[in-house]
């Protein structure tokens, strides 16, 4: 979600420059005005009327309109196109003519980029603000323009931009309203209020700083001065359903979707055209898991504006659900939705995850989803569909979201199969379902990430983040944010790779308050933003500290962990580098004794680029022992690749150890579970183990990966079911292996004996 200002918002904010300004204007700009205001106060009808007037003057008048006209003419053609969304071109066409007869009209420039954004062609607004802040780089209105489109693309600086409009206009009310969307999206509601007050104070009927205002006082829980600006808010534009937009928006942006839904389905009732409401109420539908109602509620709004890219790309992809099956898991309390050609292994997998998962969490954080309502979990193969389902979320991670009782991830086929951990991201949006519900919604996004992080480092060794130079670095440059400002290194990041170590470092704040106060204090937390406390009294009242005391406690708890190794840290580097270059000279055992003592520098860091790689293939050439415990180290100080553990499963097979090689290859699967090969191999070792059930799971991943001998997969599957005494299973295996291959001999004595042992009929 961008903060674009729609067509009517944006024009309307135009009509605050007052009377002085309709005395001095033409004719069609005068009247477009009026028309305007005629609009937003409810008579719609008599409006239209005036914008239809208005276009029929522009098409018969020519060369003779002057540039300001031309602009009225853009508005009323804009106007026009919410009822006919096809006179949007009209407009774009009006405000070029206007621009080519006064290049200097920088208002029309201005609205011209405006209407882009609307549109959602950031490329053309990015371009035609650039020609008029070249011209003059002071124009405020192309400032904050200028702000809302680096918020659509993602781009930094947004908060800068308007802090330098409003260096030049200290009153300018867009902008105080402008960096209240901002402040509330890092959830600094405090903030936000002061600069709505400011805002309402300069223009009491401003309709963005009303309509903004009733929302943030609902979400804070003022609800009698919300209920106050909303009824003066009504007063003044009653047919307008932009105060139930903005609090959809608000509430959408802090993960309150299904007040979000009720917010925007009030919008449609209040303005059935407010295309703007009838996709909010999709994409929260869509985000509770009620595919069917959002589908309606997208189609409407595409019905209704063609140009919102975002919605047709929401029901493309709601197109591409028939290509998923949908299969219910955990007596009834999960709901997966995952591609069919990969539905068969995945679901074998993420059933044991998830009711492990299910079972951990409802009772460490004291929440179960309501009765009847199952986890929706979708798995995405393609991270372009994946994205399209995560539109509008700022500061999210880039593999999996959370919704609450919705989550969706990609599958570890939708880039390169075996570069990510697709089961610690699993466990990370799980974590998000039970602390977001047992919060009611309301733990801010520090806080929730951080537990969802540290959760993964508790699930299996290896899951989750762990320290790097890159953040060691972050740290001793002063880059890291406090704790009562850790919000924007999620929402606003100034450099890259902010938001990752933010979520590192949240988890490292959720670390020391479980150290330090036990992690029922987590726990109690959660609990207490379940109350409607703010963040300064959570604090307060769980960890009987401030916010200034939390900072420097958290200061404290880093150079504690890291001081030593912040030292350590050019030396490092430097070790790595020259043990590098030491093996490619063929110097080995010198390049092995440099690297212990790289190792030990360090021993927190097991990244691609650091010493455990490098010296585990120095030592493999002798020492496949040593080499298998550098490894075997290594994947448990975080993400590894598929390769890497397979290496290490190879290597423990080589000397004999199948317990760790098992386990090496159970690890394996949670990043590539896609090689028919590996679940070959760990069924045999489950096998010599008497882990019948993990024998039984491996074996039916063969199968669902379509291997070239299916019936001999499908013999093998009916021998582990036998094995565990489930004779009706295995006489259905092995009967479809007797239908793959009626003369193959294996199952047909394997049949026969099930039959003669009693189990089973011929």
């Not at 130079?469 to 944010?481: H, I, M, N, S, V």
Request: net charge neutral.
């Amino acid at each position: 979600m961008s903060y674009r200002v729609t067509a009517v918002a944006c024009l309307a904010i135009a009509l605050t420059r007052g009377p002085a300004v309709y005395a001095q204007a033409d004719s069609l700009d005068g009247r477009v005005r009026r028309a305007v205001q005629q609009y937003e106060r409810g008579d719609r009808q008599s409006a239209t009327q005036e914008f239809t007037r208005l276009a029929e003057i522009y098409l018969a008048g020519g060369d003779r309109l002057s540039s300001r006209d031309l602009a009225a003419a853009a508005t009323a053609y804009t106007y026009l196109g919410l009822e006919t969304p096809e006179l949007f071109r009209s407009a774009l066409r009006a405000y070029d003519r206007a621009i080519a007869k006064d290049p200097g009209n920088l208002e029309a420039r201005t609205r011209l980029a405006e209407l882009f954004l609307d549109k959602y062609n950031s490329a053309d607004a990015k371009r035609t603000l650039q020609q008029v802040l070249a011209r003059n780089d002071e124009y405020v209105p192309a400032l904050l323009a200028e702000a809302r489109r680096r918020v659509f693309d993602g781009e930094r600086g947004a908060d800068s931009i308007v802090g330098r409009a409003l260096a030049l206009d200290a009153e300018n009310v867009a902008a105080r309203v402008l960096r209240a969307r901002f402040l509330a999206d890092a959830e600094d509601f405090t903030g936000a209020k002061r600069e709505l007050d400011r805002a309402l104070k300069a223009d009491p009927t401003n309709a963005p700083a009303l309509s903004f205002g009733a929302a943030l006082l609902q979400v804070t829980g003022d609800s009698n001065t919300a209920a106050d600006l909303r009824r003066r808010y009504e007063a003044a534009y009653p047919r307008e359903a932009g105060v139930d937009v903005t609090l959809a928006e608000l509430q959408g942006r802090i993960r309150q979707y299904a007040s979000a839904a009720a917010a925007a389905r009030a919008g449609t009732q209040r303005d059935p055209k407010s295309w703007r409401a009838h996709a909010l109420l999709g994409s929260n539908l869509l985000r509770l898991g009620d595919v069917p109602g959002a589908r309606k509620a997208l189609e409407t709004a595409f019905k209704g504006d063609p140009y919102d890219v975002w919605t047709k790309n929401t029901l493309d992809l709601l197109d591409t659900f028939s290509g998923y099956d949908e299969i219910s898991a955990g007596n009834g309390r999960f709901r997966f939705m995952i591609e069919k050609a990969e539905s068969g292994v995945l679901s074998l997998y993420l059933g044991e995850l998830a009711e492990r998962a299910y079972s951990t969490f409802s009772t460490k954080y004291g929440y179960a989803p309501p009765a009847g309502t199952p986890i929706r979990v979708e798995v995405y193969r393609s991270h372009a569909d994946f994205s399209v389902r995560t539109v509008g979320l700022a500061g999210l991670g880039a593999l999996g979201v959370s919704f609450g009782n919705t989550v969706a991830f990609d599958s570890p086929a939708a880039t390169d199969a075996g570069t990510f951990i697709w089961g610690s991201t699993a466990w990370h949006e799980l974590a998000h379902t039970f602390t977001l519900g047992a919060s009611d919604q309301r733990v801010p996004r520090w806080l929730s990430e951080g537990l969802s992080v540290y959760e993964e480092r508790r699930a299996r060794p290896g899951w989750g983040q762990r320290v790097t130079p890159g953040f060691l670095t972050a740290y001793a440059e002063g880059r890291l944010l406090p704790v009562s400002r850790l919000n924007d290194g999620f929402i606003r990041p100034t450099y890259p790779r902010q938001v990752i170590f933010s979520y590192y470092q949240a988890s490292l704040v959720c670390e020391m308050i479980a150290r330090d106060f036990s992690e029922k204090a987590l726990v109690d937390m959660l609990r207490e933003y379940r109350n409607g406390q703010s963040t300064e009294q959570v604090v307060r009242r769980v960890l009987r500290m401030d916010f200034p005391t939390l900072d420097k406690r958290f200061e404290a708890y880093m150079r504690e962990l890291f001081g030593a190794r912040l030292a350590a840290m050019a030396s490092y580097e430097a070790r790595v580098d020259s043990a590098k270059s030491l093996a490619q000279q063929g110097n080995a055992p010198t390049a092995i004794a440099v690297l212990q003592r790289a190792r030990a520098s360090f021993p927190e860091y097991g990244g691609a680029d650091g010493a455990y790689p490098v010296l585990a293939t120095l030592l493999a050439r002798g020492d496949k022992k040593a080499a298998a415990d550098v490894l075997a180290t290594m994947v448990t100080l975080g993400e590894v690749t598929y390769e890497t553990h397979v290496g290490l499963a190879d290597l423990l097979l080589e000397i004999g150890d199948t317990t760790r090689a098992t386990a090496a290859l159970e690890a394996a699967m949670w990043v590539n579970p896609f090689g028919v090969r590996d679940h070959e191999r760990l069924a045999q070792l489950y096998a010599r183990t008497g882990d019948k059930a993990k024998t039984i799971r491996e074996r039916r991943a063969v199968v669902a990966l379509r291997p070239v001998d299916r019936a001999e997969a499908l013999y093998q599957l009916a021998v582990a079911y036998r094995d565990a005494g489930d004779t009706a299973n295995a006489r259905h295996a092995v009967i479809q292996s007797l239908e793959e291959a009626p003369h193959f001999e294996r199952a047909q004595d394997l049949l026969l004996a099930l039959h003669e042992s009693g189990g089973v009929k011929p």
